[in-house]
């Protein structure tokens, strides 16, 4: 532990020193650095490790950086002096020094230029030491690459010392040699000249035998010699070394391609090994890539030729395993040369070269055929298929652009074939004829990838197939030719958008019956007829449901006449059959089975009980044959064995799509052929399963040092699986490829027969294992226990694998099905079979049973088993020193952690990590080591929590394992990465903690990330990579971000596929958190932009995931940064969809008529800047495609800043603020657009017009603002009409032209141009469509399936709907309204024919399957063929039709039922009877209902808005009005699903629609005046209003002021509110009286709400009068009612009253309330008397509040003409009261309070003169008035209020006398103001005399009494 420390403490010396000397000056340094470097010089004699070592050089080559270089010399010397030291025992001390040596003439080589000779000669001697030959050769390379052409001197040394070190056993050195030679090629032309053949026989050589890693470093050493010799020579070298062409070049790679390591100049029959053949492939690889893009166009004819005629160079015939690794290996040159490198129009050019080379071979195939027979003939094979699988990869890249080499006359329009066939195709249908099988496949494989492509042209190649397939179908190989090509174009149907036809799949149908019945003509024609048909049939099987169902009876029909009826049938069968006869019965078979399989996998809607029943009898009969057949095997031919393999294979695949309980009866029959077919019985070949890795887990190349999967050799090295099987994938091991490859697959090819037989059995055995009882488990275990017992041959190993490849199919089954072991028998023999496997000498063997072990423990019903297994591994792990045990238990310990879980395994935690962390620290066995770091690594992804006690311990581990460990040890390194990556997972966010254990663990885990990341394999930087990616993220304010970025781009380019992968996946991470920070330091990194670096990526990557994760970098860096540089990024992308249009050399021709001028200058493409970005880029069209996929991306960045949409806000913030919009930019958004949308790719093309679409979208509606009234994108109509101009042509796919509609519905809707010859331009577009919209088509006359011609027809339906829509409803004036109605009037009345038809197709369509026997069996745009198919495409616009013909209807009455002249009457079958509108009311409402209460649609607001706005058009149509009252059911249903909508939906523009259309039906219903009422529809209605209301209805004791209404809610409420008025009507008698309480209640709950009331008042004021306006009796217990809800029990308590109202809308609710209650009995109600009483006490308030006024106001309505005694007694004291305290105020009287005085004053007079005529009463009133007089006039008061009393008081003192003498005899002092106040009004009317004002010195006599004195009581007043 101490040694350990001190190691430590010297490492972070030396790794500390560097930054130390860097930040101080060159002076300091020089007064310290004698000591350092003595200080340096003594760590040469410690165990530093490979990191120290590392340290230690990087330290000596600081100290002479930033001090004096005159030591490095002395320090090159002591290097050299400790090299020659003769102890063995000083190996690290000469690891010491060669890394030191090497480092420093790395970073400061020219200044030990002198000592090279030295240093060479002693490098030279040093290898003679094994275990430093690699360190000198990694010094070596230091050295070239530091001196570079100053190593002159010593290259002919070095150059000898690799090509010995090539040769090494080792493949470590042999690595590193080739390294070496690698940096040594650019500086030394001798390795490329004179040394060149000698280097590449050395390097064929070293091939023999490598491993992954050093055959990559030799084929990059290839490479580097043949690119650097295909160089221009210098004019040094030039003549006096010899210089190779291209085609010497080629010769000699030819020639270890073919020979191997034999003398490649000397001519032999040696045959290369796999091993040399794959290495050779990688060197022409890496030649071609350092070549460059450029110059392999300029020579991609020689490179062509010379590798397609690479198979005839071999001397002898090859194996066919042999032969197809060879095409393979071809293949894969070409495709990741030509297929990678070229951009679109040079790779076109390479596919017209290899059809010329298909054309000759084909040419010479055919002479030979004619003249010597088959054999001649049949060595073309190989370059043919070669030829055939390039051009089909070829045709999948380049996407509809490889059309001229499809179809030659490119005016062929996709309705009729074209007039001659393009050369590509040529070349197809000549090798479909070819003897060869494999040519034949090959063929059909391209044809398949041509229909796939060129979805226009699927159904001309496959009328066309068709045609020579019932032309030559007497000879046997056109047969079999163009069979598989009809299968490869109908197998690919599915993945079209296109589709086929159904009638179609009927046409090839009867062509396989043909050739069914002519099955017997001859033996050989019979088996391929037999084979042919079944073909066809399994492949339409493959189209799916909507194709097939229409011919299901057909295909079953031929099962059951395929098939024995019986067992008994069978065996008559097979005793009268001959070998022949049985061929071709067991042909007929596996198709049948094909087919079902077919079937059930791509059709499983149509496997129902009945079919299933059929398909049962057929898997029987199979299962039957199977057992009867295998009794005779000895006596089988070999094609017949064949047959029955493939006929297993077919019978096996089938049963594994179908539920094992659906077969349960034959399963003892089938697992014994199972396991005779595992164990080789049934079979003699001793074939080894592809499956036992990957049963095993992902990560299991870790310990088992295969190679690994994610590079971009995957493809190669599988060919160098074992027995070279599993890697030879081709067509011709399993035709069925043809039409069941599965598209995710990257390498679709089927493996050899005899591996997919035995894979497929593995499988399905797994499949049934769960369903086997457990007594039959336990004979299964116990058969292969016995069997997998025995010696070691190959043999045994073989059947060992498939043993344990079978058990873990089986026993991970069990986990899946949830079925645990639970017989002690059972688990004992599985235990046993898996202690097999762990004690095998196999690594893969081990590994699974490591494995195996875990899920039996998980299995294990019973604890006591867990035990057993742990305590057994403790055990063999503890007492055995066997290396393979070692292994095998430590994984098992890992595998058992995991699959019990942290729980089930916590109380094994402790001492599991406890052994493994002894075994990973046993330096011993490296490989023990391995596989107990992964054993840890397990440990802690399962343990979580419980493993955290061991992090710090197992980190520990790790970390010295790191500083200890040598590089050469890759494996180990891998894990202890694994490792690493595991336990910075376990401690996760701890890692930011500040504690001295974290601290040191944090510390630990960056010198583990950064050692890693310094290796040489790419897995362990990837690891290191990653680990450095969890310290940011746990950590990150411990680890700076750009040091971190740096690491991670400085792999950016790494040509390891992995170490890309990692970097993509950390950008990704590190661009979500600090978006413009990493850009910014990846760009300074990269030294270009990241986005552009990305581009090029991805415009090379083929990997899907590293593709996703470098797309989702950029989206993350547009999201943040878009919006505040868009133009940035629009550049950006406009750059590379214009170097795309510079660079294809075709212009972009617009067909049509029509064509302005305006437009052919629209499509002019500026060429600025476009070479540029076309060199640097060279983009393919999937790059285009993701650029324009960046440009709406853009769009959504920039939608939360409005000025990126209007222009002049735009202008003015960018003049305040700065910055850049988008709107400022349209001309590019425009051309972007533009570009997208005429290209010759149709992907591309779709993605323009949906740009497109989103420019007029989201602009609009921007003004122009230097031409107020226009639009700013009227400027680019002539763009707009010539980029939709081309989806119009009769040879564009329906598709397109459906999306183009949409544009031109967009664009004629949103108002951009004003001018109808603008509008009619683009009008006309849509005018052309509509000849497609005719009904269904003839069947003779389909070009494409019905589901795509009908999804055309309803686009441009619906085109022109929305478009109707527009005009009729969304204008925003008359005159808009009108222009647009000129523009669509003319085609208005065919148009609502067919929205009419097609509305009626979707009811048809949707209606249950009970009533499926009554439909019709035709529709106008449906079949009964293709309903099922067109479904999908009524999903997506029946609602628009539905609309547009409800707003037609609405407007012009009921449909002319004239048919057009055009159009035959048969194409709109619609009924015309009486009952008519009737039937369209219904159909119609019953569709909105249907869609409204459609589930699926609840969260598609624009479904739902336009259903309820064709709902309101329907209810408010003229014709449809009368309907809705005569069913009060319908009314009751329409308002429950209102109802449900409310509830559901939360958008509050749906919950507008939904109120105006209840509305609306309360106003229908009204108009009707409905006399029987139905209960329910009030229910419905106080649903809906219940529903707006209760969420504004304060409860009790709580205010809502803060509550404010949204501009939706104030068109929402007051509708609502107006739904209360009269909804009470549609009650019964008998619920009348409680609705409408219920209603008042809701009204004053909603005048509560002060926000509600002020927005709603007059409609909340109306409901409530109109609810009032009921019976007396009724009204009297509503008024009451509704008084209790205002002022509760009592007037001065509010205990019941509803809270949080005002007084003053108290007061007006009390006041309409008294007024609608009858007042005129002398008793009134105690509610009444609250009320009035809560009235008068309001009148006490401020009088210059308003509830005052309101209160006088209310008791002046009150007491008008009424004559009960309680209201005056009550209110006219309050007036009264009023009066005198309004008069006595100091401050001047509001004019508000003059006229509430008034009000008051007019009331008491008419109460005291006229309602009672009392004299006393009269005398009161004028006694009032003469004291109001004196107030005035003491006050100097209000002129108007003064003269309204002096007027009072003449008026009435004239009319009433005696009272006026009665008040003036009884208050005499009233007298003086009395004549005063008439004086002052004689003055005024005179104005001659005194001032016509009250004089200023008027001034009353003091007096202490009141003005005014009651000496009337009111109180008894009756």
Not at 124 to 135: C, F, H, N, S, W
Not at 868 to 873: L, N, Y
Not at 1877 to 1885: E, G, I, R, V, W
Request: hydrophobic share 40%; glycine share 6%.
């Amino acid at each position: 532990n101490d040694d350990i420390k001190m190691a430590a403490v010297d490492i972070d010396y030396l790794q500390s020193l560097p930054s130390i000397l860097s930040k101080k000056s060159k002076n300091e340094v020089k007064t310290e650095q004698k000591e350092i470097e003595n200080k340096l010089k003594s760590f040469f004699t410690n165990q530093l490790g490979p990191p120290g070592r590392t340290c230690l050089g990087r330290a000596f080559v600081a100290l002479y950086q930033y001090g004096d270089s005159y030591g490095m010399l002395a320090a090159i010397s002591k290097c050299c002096d400790l090299l020659k030291l003769k102890d063995e025992g000083q190996l690290h001390v000469k690891q010491n020094a060669l890394e030191v040596l090497g480092l420093l003439y790395e970073h400061h080589g020219c200044m030990g230029g002198s000592a090279l000779g030295d240093v060479i000669q002693m490098l030279g001697k040093t290898t003679k030491i094994p275990e430093l030959r690699v360190d000198v050769l990694n010094c070596v390379s230091k050295v070239v690459k530091g001196l570079g052409q100053s190593s002159a001197s010593g290259h002919r040394d070095v150059v000898k010392m690799v090509k010995s070190a090539l040769l090494d056993r080792s493949v470590d050195v042999s690595r590193a040699a080739a390294d070496c030679g690698a940096l040594l090629v650019p500086v030394c032309p001798i390795l490329y000249t004179s040394e060149l053949e000698s280097i590449l026989s050395t390097c064929f050589k070293a091939l023999e035998g490598s491993s992954p890693s050093s055959r990559c470093s030799l084929a990059a050493l290839i490479g580097s010699l043949l690119s650097a010799s295909q160089q221009p020579s210098s004019t040094q070298t030039k003549g006096k070394t010899r210089q190779y062409s291209l085609q010497e070049v080629l010769s000699l790679l030819a020639q270890g391609f073919t020979k191997g390591s034999s003398d490649i100049l000397k001519v032999g029959s040696g045959i290369a090994s796999n091993e040399v053949r794959v290495g050779v492939a990688m060197g022409y690889t890496l030649f071609l890539h350092k070549m460059g893009k450029r110059w392999l166009e300029i020579n991609a004819a020689v490179v062509i030729q010379h590798l397609v005629e690479l198979p005839a160079g071999f001397k002898s015939n090859l194996s066919h395993i042999n032969t197809v690794c060879v095409r393979n290996c071809i293949l894969f040159i070409l495709n990741q040369t030509l297929g990678r490198m070229l951009q679109d129009n040079a790779l076109l050019h390479v596919a017209k070269i290899f059809c010329s080379l298909g054309n000759q071979y084909i040419t010479k195939a055919t002479a030979a055929s004619s003249g010597e027979g088959e054999k001649k003939s049949s060595n073309y094979q190989n370059e043919l298929v070669i030829i055939l699988m390039f051009l089909s990869s070829t045709v999948l890249k380049l996407n509809t652009a490889v059309l001229p080499l499809v179809v030659s006359d490119s005016s062929t329009t996709a309705s009729s074939a074209p007039s001659k066939w393009g050369i590509l195709l040529d070349v197809v249908y000549a090798a479909l004829l070819h003897q060869s099988q494999a040519v034949q496949l090959a063929a059909a494989w391209c044809l398949r990838c041509v229909g796939k492509t060129l979805q226009t042209e699927l159904i001309n190649l496959l009328d066309h197939t068709l045609h020579k397939l019932h032309h030559l179908r007497g000879s046997q190989d056109a047969v079999n030719g163009y069979s598989a090509a009809v299968a490869g174009l109908v197998g690919c149907v599915r993945l079209s958008q296109l589709g086929l036809p159904t009638s179609k799949i009927k046409t090839i149908l009867t062509s396989c019956e043909d050739l069914l019945s002519n099955v017997g003509s001859s033996e050989r024609s019979s088996l391929i007829y037999t084979q042919a048909s079944w073909m066809m049939v399994a492949a339409c099987c493959s189209t799916g449901s909507s194709l097939v169902r229409p011919h299901l009876s057909r295909i079953s029909h031929l099962w059951k006449n395929t098939f024995p009826k019986s067992i008994k049938e069978l065996t008559v069968e097979q005793t009268r059959q001959s070998s022949s006869s049985v061929m071709v019965t067991i042909e007929g078979r596996l198709g049948a089975l094909a087919s079902i399989c077919s079937l059930v996998e791509y059709c499983p809607e149509l496997v129902d009980e009945r079919i299933l029943k059929k398909i049962l009898l057929c898997i029987n009969s199979s299962v039957a044959m199977l057992g009867s057949v295998s009794l005779t095997s000895k006596n089988q031919t070999q094609d017949l064995k064949a047959k029955l393999t493939l006929f297993r294979l077919r019978l096996y695949q089938l049963l594994l799509k179908l539920p094992p309980m659906s077969y349960e009866g034959c399963l003892s029959t089938l697992l014994r052929e199972l396991v005779g077919e595992i164990t080789f019985t049934v079979s003699q070949s001793h074939t080894t399963t592809s499956l036992l890795q990957t049963l095993c887990d992902l990560d299991s190349g870790l310990v088992l040092e295969l190679y690994n999967q994610d590079t971009d050799w995957q493809c190669l090295e599988e060919q160098l699986l074992e027995f070279n099987t599993s890697g030879a994938k081709s067509l011709e091991h399993d035709s069925i490829i043809l039409y069941n490859v599965q598209e995710t697959n990257p390498s679709p090819l089927p493996l050899p027969l005899g591996v997919l037989v035995i894979d497929t059995a593995i499988l399905l055995f797994g499949w049934v294992f769960p369903f086997v009882a457990q007594k039959h488990r336990q004979q299964l275990l116990s058969h292969f226990l016995q069997l997998s017992k025995g010696g070691k041959s190959q043999k045994q190993l073989s059947l060992q694998k498939n043993i344990i490849a079978t058990y873990l199919s089986g026993i991970k089954s069990l986990a899946t099905a949830k079925e645990q072991i639970s017989e002690k028998d059972v688990f004992q023999l599985a235990l046993s079979l898996n202690l097999v496997a762990l004690s095998s000498s196999d690594s893969l063997l081990r590994y699974a049973g490591g494995e195996g072990l875990g899920h039996l423990a998980k299995a294990c019903k019973k604890t006591e088993h867990v035990t057993e297994i742990v305590q057994k591994a403790y055990t063999m792990l503890q007492t055995s020193r066997d290396v393979n045990l070692r292994t095998g238990y430590s994984l098992a310990l890992g595998y058992l952690h995991r699959h019990l879980g942290a729980v089930g395994a916590r109380e094994y935690t402790s001492h599991s990590v406890a052994l493994l962390i002894a075994l990973a620290k046993d330096t011993t066995s490296s490989i023990c080591q391995v596989w107990a770091l992964y054993a840890l690594s397990l440990i802690a992804d399962s343990g979580g929590p419980l493993f955290r006690n061991h992090a710090e311990n197992t980190l520990k581990a790790v970390h010295y394992l790191i500083n200890i460990t040598s590089l050469q040890e890759v494996p180990l390194y891998r894990c202890l990465g694994k490792c690493l990556n595991s336990l910075l997972t376990t401690l996760g966010p701890e890692l930011q903690l500040t504690s001295a254990g974290i601290v040191a663990a944090r510390r630990m885990a960056l010198s583990c990330a950064y050692i890693l990341l310094d290796h040489f394999d790419p897995m362990v930087q990837s690891s290191g990579l990653c680990s450095l990616q969890q310290l940011q993220v746990y950590a990150p304010q411990h680890v700076q971000l750009g040091n971190t970025v740096k690491s991670v781009c400085a792999s950016f380019e790494s040509s390891s596929l992995i170490l890309r992968r990692t970097v993509a996946n950390c950008l990704r991470q590190f661009s979500q958190l600090q978006p413009a920070y990493v850009r910014q330091i990846a760009s300074e990194k990269l030294g270009v932009n990241l986005e552009l670096c990305i581009l090029k990526s991805l415009n090379w990557e083929v990997n899907g995931r590293l593709c996703d994760d470098l797309k989702e970098v950029i989206f993350s860096l547009l999201s943040s940064l878009a919006s505040q540089d868009p133009m940035h990024w629009l550049e950006f992308c406009n750059k590379i969809l214009s170097a795309a249009a510079s660079t294809s050399g075709n212009s972009h021709q617009v067909e049509g008529q029509g064509e302005t001028e305006e437009e052919d200058q629209a499509l002019h493409i500026s060429k600025e800047n476009e070479e540029e970005v076309g060199q640097s880029l060279s983009p393919k069209w999937q790059t285009r495609l993701f650029a324009m996929e960046l440009v709406r991306k853009v769009y959504s960045a920039c939608r939360s800043d409005p000025a990126h949409f209007d222009q002049t806000l735009a202008l003015k913030k960018r003049q305040t603020t700065g910055g850049d919009f988008l709107v400022l930019h349209l001309a590019e958004l425009v051309k972007t657009s533009f570009l997208a949308a005429t290209s010759e790719v149709l992907e591309l093309r779709v993605a323009g017009y949906h740009a497109l679409q989103d420019v007029v979208d989201i602009f609009s509606k921007t003004p122009d603002p230097d031409y107020p009234g226009h639009s700013l994108l009227e400027l680019y109509q002539a763009q707009m009409g010539a980029a939709l101009r081309p989806a119009f042509t009769t040879d564009t796919p329906p598709h397109i032209t459906a999306i183009a509609c949409q544009v031109c519905s967009k664009w004629l809707a949103c108002g951009v141009s004003g001018d109808v010859g603008d509008l009619s331009r683009v009008l006309s577009l849509l005018v052309t469509s509509l000849k497609k919209v005719h009904g269904t088509p003839e069947e003779a006359n389909i070009t494409y399936g019905e589901a795509v011609v009908t999804l055309e027809s309803l686009a441009v339906l619906r085109a022109w709907a929305e478009l109707y829509i527009k005009i009729t409803t969304h204008s925003s004036s008359s005159l808009e309204r009108e222009r647009g109605m000129v523009l669509i009037t003319p085609h208005l009345k065919m148009l609502a024919k067919c929205w009419e038809a097609a509305v009626r197709d979707y009811a048809i369509l949707t209606l249950p399957l009970q009533f499926s026997t009554q439909l019709p069996s035709k529709g106008t745009y449906f079949t009964s063929d293709s309903a099922e198919a067109v479904l999908p495409c009524f999903n997506e616009c029946w609602y628009v039709l539905l609309h547009a013909a409800i707003l037609w209807e609405g407007q012009l009455g009921l449909l002319a039922k004239e048919v057009p002249p055009t159009q035959p009457e048969s194409a709109f079958p619609l009924p015309i009877t009486g009952n008519e509108t009737k039937e369209m009311y219904s159909l119609f409402l019953g569709l909105i209902v249907q869609g409204l209460c459609n589930p699926n649609f609840s969260e598609e607001t624009s479904i739902l808005q336009s259903l309820l706005h064709s709902l309101y058009s329907l209810l408010a149509a003229k014709w449809s009005r009368g309907y809705v009252p005569t069913s009060p059911i319908v009314v009751v249903e329409l308002l429950g699903v209102l109802h449900r909508m409310l509830l559901t939906c939360k958008n509050r523009a749906l919950h507008q629609d939904i109120v105006a259309t209840a509305v609306l039906i309360r106003k229908i219903l009204m108009e009707n005046s409905i006399e029987s009422h139905f209960e329910d529809i009030t229910k419905g209605f106080m649903r809906i209003i219940g529903v707006i209301l209760l969420p504004w209805l304060p409860e009790d004791g709580h205010k809502m002021d803060s509550q404010t209404l949204s501009p939706e809610d104030k068109m929402i409420l007051p509708k609502a509110i107006s739904l209360l008025s009269n909804v009470v009507q549609f009650s019964a008698a008998v619920d009348r009286l409680e609705n409408s309480m219920c209603v008042v209640y809701l009204l004053l709950k909603c005048a509560a709400h002060p926000n509600v009331y002020a927005s709603c008042k007059s409609d909340i004021l109306l409901a409530l009068q109109y609810t009032l306006a009921v019976d007396t009796e009724e009204k009297q217990q509503i008024v009451a009612s509704a008084i209790l809800s205002l002022i509760g029990n009592s007037s001065s308590s509010a205990d019941s009253a509803i809270s949080g109202m005002n007084k003053d809308t108290k007061l007006i609710l009390l006041a309409m309330l008294l007024h609608s209650s009858d007042l005129s009995q002398p008793e009134v109600s105690g509610e009444v008397v609250r009320a009035v009483e809560y009235v008068a006490k309001c009148t006490e308030e401020d009088p210059k509040d308003s509830t005052s006024r309101l209160a006088i106001q209310t008791c002046c309505r009150l007491l008008e003409n009424t004559k009960n005694g309680f209201l005056i007694s009550t209110l006219v004291p309050a007036l009264l009261s009023f009066i005198s305290r309004v008069t006595k105020l100091s401050v001047v009287m509001t004019t508000s309070m003059v006229d509430s005085v008034i009000k008051s004053l007019k009331t008491t007079e008419i109460v005291c003169l006229q309602v009672a005529e009392s004299e006393d009463l009269q005398v009161f009133f004028m006694t009032l008035l003469l004291d109001l007089l004196k107030d005035l006039i003491s006050q100097k008061s209000e002129t108007q209020l003064y003269q309204f009393a002096v007027s009072r008081v003449k008026e009435v003192g004239t009319r009433y006398l005696s009272a006026m003498k009665r008040a003036l005899t009884d208050h005499p002092q009233l007298k003086v103001y009395l004549e005063k106040a008439l004086q002052s009004t004689f003055t005024n009317s005179h104005p001659g005399g005194r001032e016509g004002r009250i004089s200023s010195n008027m001034s009353p006599p003091s007096s202490s009494q009141p003005s005014i004195q009651l000496k009337l009581d009111f109180s008894n007043f009756k």
